[in-house]
């Protein structure tokens, strides 16, 4: 199906191809992951900040320095929330 120039269709109601054999197309109220994604997102990060802050502990109070890779991996697991 071809859509001529100037025209006015919906094409998110239009579908691509025809689904597959037994599968019902639904544009009203779609699939979507979009919270599983934001839970396992929100996992991630808190697994990382627990990490980053181990290191952090060990790396200052251990050894009592720190070195430039340490105040990088400490900036940058800020400036990935951004």
Known sequence: MSVPPGSSYDLSQIPGLAPPPGVIPNFVDP???????????????????????????????????????DCES?????IDLR
Do not use: H
């Open 31 to 69: 699939y979507t992951k979009g919270p599983l994604l934001l839970a396992l997102t929100a996992v991630a990060v808190g697994i990382m900040y627990v990490f980053v802050t181990a290191r952090l502990y060990c790396k200052f109070y251990a050894q009592r320095k720190l070195s430039w890779d």
């Open 74 to 78: 400490n900036e940058q697991s800020y």
